[in-house]
């Protein structure tokens, strides 16, 4: 639907000394019928100039005067009216001036971006005429050469009177201002450090270009200026006070001419701090790419801000790849909604083939916030009646006729994007010839009065419709972008207030959360130690005060392993079919299944265990159990019931025995062969230690990290000298390694009764499995008691069958004693170290993991080492006090744009 906005009338209305500001909106033709279109344009109208009119009986008050369809007046009587006077000599111009000057003091204090503060963004096409609708607006003259034309956004600040504290004056001035985000290394400034910083101050508008070229080679070239717009960039100013007022520009400085040909600078193009967190990270754009430049004029023709950005390009000699640079920054700068979008269209162009119209679409699609500024409509022949037919119809809001082609048959001059509700205008700037002549502004200003005034085609279209000349000139396209800039101020000025509220909330509610200030380091490091040794030993004692058990819980779990894996490392012998193991069910810790199964104490018959097995091996044999014994389902049945890894048979007992033989006389065992047979299962308690000693170290690391973590996070140095866990852990292993030596390198007990009850045991189980013996069934038992009394009567007394069993000789009956001996022998020991390591653990590391004097001296130790003191030691880390800075300095700002958006002209 094409549509636009009629302009935005803003009149000063006073009562008694109150002062308000009125905005009438006038609703857009397009959105009414054809037959209602002209009433309500003259109902508007009226409505309006009866506001104005009512201005007028006010004493010091005017209002901006309103020519109505009626008044059928010649077109430069038109412009006459409408340029009668600078808008600085208006009551509007001076409430329009205080809500401009608002939002000036918002940029400058550099919350713009935080609070959404309304912008006039104006891009285009390279050789679109922006860079002259930039000049013609702000009138001072732009770098235009090549390689010094706009290459960092600049943000140009336009004031009728000075800022406030500065008396008010209308004397022409223009400040220089750089603004960079990031140091010469790409690394983000600090915010006190990223404030815009004053390059220079200009009272001749003769030298304003080479300050600005200045301006832009300081931050074009990062590395080769270093930090100087931190420190000051005096070196780079023109030699301005030997220059000519209002003659030729200013000599270059030494440093400036030092860093050559623009050409040559390092960087091509830079961003603006509005567009940089988007730019960075969503389009890839270079990280020193944060720098602008800032032109605030004192004694302006308007109060108005824009924003100019490069012209789009779509080629590069030198480096392709800035094309996409340039697109994604100005993409950047059109997609904030708070951002007004002044795109340039030159006339006799197809607008479809502009980059600057499709990238308007995407950012504003319904065009609400977008403004078309059509140039060089000289362009367009006085021949070609039908562009110009359709170009004013497009400027004053009118359908085009359908069905009329363009004059032959191109699109030229075509509607360039007749959705934009903000409307259209028209400005015709001096071309190069005139330039080159040296044309001053207001020889410029008068010439484009003329030009709209005295063509035929124009003259005849404002006679038509005089509305139309609010929409052409740069008088009037700057007095429409200071209404429509200050409408928009006001109207998001409630939301800037909520927003500035809830930044400086939640910046005061970040600076809460954070540890307050240190004031005496050596009081502030003490309490912290004894923090974090209350918090260790209450974790390390299962006290419930630490705040949670789970560090003693997962403790306990690494002991049980380490019982687990001690069970595994106790030796077992296969006798037969059967392998028989030192610890029974209830000594691993596990029920016997029901009726016994094939584990019911330690012995384990292989033949029933792979009767259980689907397609598992058959033993009939010792040769076959031990083939059994290498099948993976069997291995894993094994570690599933904590039976040994390893085992021994009878055979090669006998065969180590053999090896010990010596001086003993016949019947005697020699005792290096039992303390052989005990070394081949000794030392495996040793790896056992060793790994639940540094489970246990990994769980302590880890607590003592949160603990100082909690504590100390954001003092590093005295983070770092929290070393203390080292030593202890080096301790404990020292001293499980004292235990291990013990254990491994002796064989004793004085357990004598229970290690001789034992070792019977296992030496009935093993030979009954050598023997294959079977228990006598109910009815045979008779049978034998009746043998057994027989044997008593010849003074052979058993007490029991298997007091005959044992009584029974068999070729190995030295290896039968020497594998019982072994499996009793290590069960005592297995009691004595299942407890001895982990509690070993517990007294050398855990009770003394929080001791406050061992804590305080090894900090202490390690501090003076490395030759510091407490004050160093509790210094923040960079990011901390970074982000502590940055909180302090932003809540600052926020405070100050508070009381900016609360003062009494802010209320209007």
């Not at 852990?729 to 290690?755: I, M, P």
């Not at 007091?803 to 001996?821: G, R």
Request: overall charge neutral; aromatic content about 4%; hydrophobic content about 40%.
């Amino acid at each position: 639907m094409e549509s636009t906005f009629l302009p935005l009338i803003l009149c000063i209305i006073t009562s008694g000394s109150r002062m308000r500001l009125a905005t009438v909106r006038v609703v857009s033709h397009a959105q009414l019928p054809r037959d209602a279109r002209t009433r309500h344009a003259q109902a508007s109208l009226g409505q309006m100039h009866r506001l104005a009119t009512m201005t007028t009986r006010r004493p010091h008050v005017a209002a901006r005067s309103v020519a109505t369809p009626m008044q059928a007046e010649s077109p430069a009587r038109v412009l006459q009216q409408r340029q009668h006077g600078p808008m600085a000599a208006t009551g509007y111009q001076r409430v329009s001036a205080r809500l401009l000057g608002i939002a000036n003091q918002l940029r400058d204090l550099g919350v713009d971006s935080d609070l959404k503060v309304p912008a006039l963004v104006i891009a285009g096409d390279q050789s679109s005429g922006k860079s002259s609708v930039v000049e013609a607006i702000a009138g001072v003259p732009l770098p235009r050469s090549d390689g010094t034309c706009t290459r960092c956004p600049t943000e140009v600040r336009m004031r009728t009177h000075g800022a406030p504290g500065e008396g008010g004056s209308a004397v022409w001035q223009c400040r220089i201002k750089v603004v960079r985000n990031f140091d010469s290394t790409g690394k983000p400034l600090a915010p006190g450090e990223a404030h815009e910083k004053l390059f220079c101050t200009v009272t001749d508008k003769a030298h304003i270009t080479a300050c600005i070229s200045a301006a832009q080679a300081v931050l074009l070239n990062p590395t080769v200026v270093g930090d100087a717009v931190a420190d000051g960039a005096e070196r780079f100013v023109p030699l301005l006070s030997a220059a000519e007022p209002g003659g030729r520009a200013p000599e270059a400085s030494s440093a400036m001419r030092g860093l050559g040909d623009a050409a040559g600078y390092e960087l091509q193009f830079t961003a603006n701090k509005h567009a940089l967190p988007v730019c960075l990270f969503a389009y890839h754009l270079p990280l020193r790419c944060g720098a602008h430049v800032v032109l605030e004029i004192v004694g302006a023709e308007a109060d108005l801000t824009i924003i100019d950005l490069p012209g789009i390009i779509h080629s590069h000699p030198k480096d392709p790849s800035l094309i996409d640079v340039v697109k994604s920054l100005v993409k950047c700068y059109l997609a904030p909604a708070h951002h007004i979008i002044v795109m340039t269209l030159p006339a006799g162009m197809d607008a479809e083939t502009q980059a600057i119209l499709q990238f308007a679409r995407e950012a504003d699609p319904e065009g609400r916030r977008s403004i078309g500024i059509i140039t060089k409509p000289d362009k367009i022949g006085t021949d070609e009646r039908t562009e110009w037919g359709k170009l004013c119809n497009l400027v004053a809001g009118a359908r085009a006729p359908t069905g009329v082609p363009a004059a032959g048959g191109s699109r030229a001059a075509a509607a360039p994007n007749p959705h934009l509700q903000l409307g259209y205008y028209v400005v015709k700037n001096p071309g190069q010839e005139q330039l080159a002549a040296g044309i001053s502004f207001e020889q410029a200003r008068a010439a484009e009065e003329r030009y709209f005034a005295d063509h035929p085609l124009w003259a005849s279209a404002m006679k038509a419709n005089s509305l139309l000349s609010q929409r052409l000139g740069t008088n009037a396209l700057r007095d429409g972008l200071s209404a429509l800039l200050v409408d928009k101020i006001g109207e998001h000025m409630p939301e800037m207030r909520r927003s500035a509220r809830a930044q400086l909330e939640k910046r005061q509610a970040e600076l809460k959360e954070m540890s307050p200030a240190v004031r005496n380091a050596h009081e502030e490091l003490m309490r912290n130690l004894w923090r974090i040794s209350d918090t260790l030993a209450q974790n390390a004692l299962a006290d419930i005060r630490g705040g949670s058990l789970d560090f003693y819980q997962e403790l306990m779990r690494h002991y049980r392993e380490y019982g687990e894996r001690s069970i595994r490392s106790t030796p077992a012998f296969l006798v037969d079919t059967s392998l028989i193991s030192a610890l029974s069910s209830s000594d691993k810790g596990m029920r016997s299944s029901a009726g016994g199964g094939p584990i019911a104490t330690c012995e384990l018959s292989l033949k029933e265990l792979v009767a259980r097995i689907e397609d598992g091996p058959v033993i009939e044999s010792e040769k076959d159990a031990k083939a059994a014994l290498e099948d993976k389902r069997v291995q894993i049945w094994l570690q599933q019931h904590k039976f040994p890894e390893g085992y021994m048979t009878l055979v090669e007992v006998g065969q180590l025995r053999q090896r010990h033989l010596g001086r003993e006389l016949p019947g005697f065992l020699p005792y290096s062969a039992m303390e052989a047979l005990l070394s081949k299962f000794k030392g495996k308690h040793r790896d056992q230690a060793t790994a639940c000693l540094a489970a246990v170290e990994a769980e302590v690391h880890k607590l003592a990290h949160r603990v100082v973590e909690e504590q100390l996070g954001h003092y590093p140095r005295a983070k770092g000298a929290v070393g203390h866990v080292e030593s202890l852990v080096q301790e404990t292993a020292a001293e499980l390694d004292k235990l291990l030596a013990r254990e491994d390198g002796d064989v004793f007990t004085l357990n004598s009764y229970e290690y001789e009850v034992m070792r019977n045991e296992f030496l009935a189980r093993l030979k009954r499995c050598y023997k294959q013996l079977k228990q006598p069934d109910h009815e045979a038992m008779p049978e034998v008691l009746d043998v057994l009394s027989e044997l008593s009567r010849h003074g052979v007394h058993f007490a029991d069958f298997d007091a005959a069993f044992m009584a029974q000789h068999t070729a190995v009956d030295d290896e039968l004693y020497m594998a019982a001996s072994c499996l009793a022998y290590f069960k005592v020991a297995f009691k004595r170290m299942q407890d001895a390591v982990p509690m070993a653990v517990r007294s050398t590391l855990l009770r003394r993991l929080g001791d406050p004097a061992a804590l305080e001296a090894a900090v202490w130790r390690e501090l003076l080492g490395a030759g510091a003191v407490a004050a160093e030691a509790l210094q923040e880390d960079p990011q901390t006090a970074s982000r502590r800075q940055h909180c302090v300095a932003m809540a600052q700002k926020l405070t100050e744009a508070l009381q900016v958006l609360n003062t009494p002209a802010a209320q209007l």
